[in-house]
């Protein structure tokens, strides 16, 4: 029981030089976290491999280190696009936006119009989500719950969907 305890103790002992780690490697506070939370799983379900007169804190670092470079690949696992089309029809169009384009142009001044008509309530989460902020981002931002924050953009989605569904 005392090893159990002393294992613990030194895993507790390391969790801010391993939310640093985690936030080197992820630069994001939340990513970090979880990778936090994974690595200390994956540790406590290890617990038994671990041999005393091995260094504990590399142990436990490379732990981190291999879940996060299997979540990197498995991202860009999925991230990839395998064309199985006969002629390769996918890999020979156009990769362009279509803003260049008459109906591009058009289609972002539909868009526009229509995210006008939102209130601020639905509009300004709408347009700092699109920008690239995080749900939890803009709820700080706005000083409201995420919960609302998720829905608003969640109905702001729909409610486009709907408008301009003759453009699909």
Same mark, same amino acid.
């Given at each position: ?5 002393? #294992?613990?103790? +030194?895993?507790?002992? @390391?969790? *801010?030089?391993?939310?640093?780690? $985690? ?8 990513? $970090?976290?979880?990778?936090? /939370? ?38 860009? +696992?999925? $991230? ?14 156009? /990769?362009?936006? *279509?803003?260049?384009?008459?109906? *591009? ?12 008509? #939102? ?12 920008? *690239? ?10 000083? @409201? ?11 702001? +989605? ?8 003759? #453009? +699909?």
């Amino acid at each position: 029981m005392k090893k159990n305890d002393s #294992f613990k103790q +030194r895993l507790l002992g @390391l969790q *801010g030089n391993l939310l640093s780690f $985690a936030y080197q490697l992820t630069t994001d506070k939340e990513e $970090a976290r979880d990778l936090l /939370q994974d690595t200390t799983l994956k540790a406590l379900d290890n617990e038994e491999k671990y041999v005393d007169n091995v260094n504990f804190k590399g142990w436990i670092f490379t732990i981190m280190r291999n879940i996060f470079i299997n979540n990197y690949r498995q991202t860009v +696992r999925k $991230a990839t696009v395998i064309d199985q089309t006969e002629d390769l029809y996918h890999l020979n169009i156009s /990769q362009d936006s *279509g803003l260049d384009t008459p109906e *591009g142009s058009f289609a972002v001044k539909e868009i526009s119009a229509a995210l006008d008509e #939102f209130t601020d309530d639905y509009r300004i989460p709408f347009n700092m989500y699109v920008a *690239g902020y995080k749900y939890n981002e803009i709820a700080e931002k706005m000083n @409201l719950p995420l919960g609302t924050i998720k829905s608003r953009i969640f109905f702001a +989605r729909k409610r486009l969907r709907e408008q301009l569904k003759d #453009f +699909r």
